[in-house]
């Protein structure tokens, strides 16, 4: 995608979408889009920041490690940039569903995640896209 400019790379990991790759990932997203909406799955939204006490609540918020990207509000609350969204899906299931007789239920969603993951070489750790 670089080579066929489609993106550029801004730092490790971080890219720029160029207009011809954002084309591309719309039309690949819009087909991913209609195959899960003929499966009869339901199309979310879900936030990039996630509050903190859904993480600790799964137990994830010690088990994530450094990948998990942390900060603070001016409030001085915890929150996440989300690397995966079960611990807001499983909150949303949890607030929505009333009845069994709601189900099944077969949600997705197509967005952005945050990692700070990184590439095992030999015994060390190297950021991944470095």
Known sequence: MLRAGMIRKLASGLYTWLPTGVRVLK???NIVREEMN???AIEVSMPVVQP????QESGRWEQYGPELLRFVDRG???FVLGPTHEE????LIRNELSSYKQLPLNFY?????FRDECVRVSASCV????
């Open 27 to 29: 039309k690949v997203e």
């Open 38 to 40: 003929n499966a009869g």
């Open 52 to 55: 903190a006490d859904l993480w």
């Open 76 to 78: 001085e609350r915890p």
């Open 88 to 91: 807001v899906i499983t909150d």
């Open 109 to 113: 969603q197509i967005q952005t995640k």
């Open 127 to 130: 950021p991944a896209n470095s």
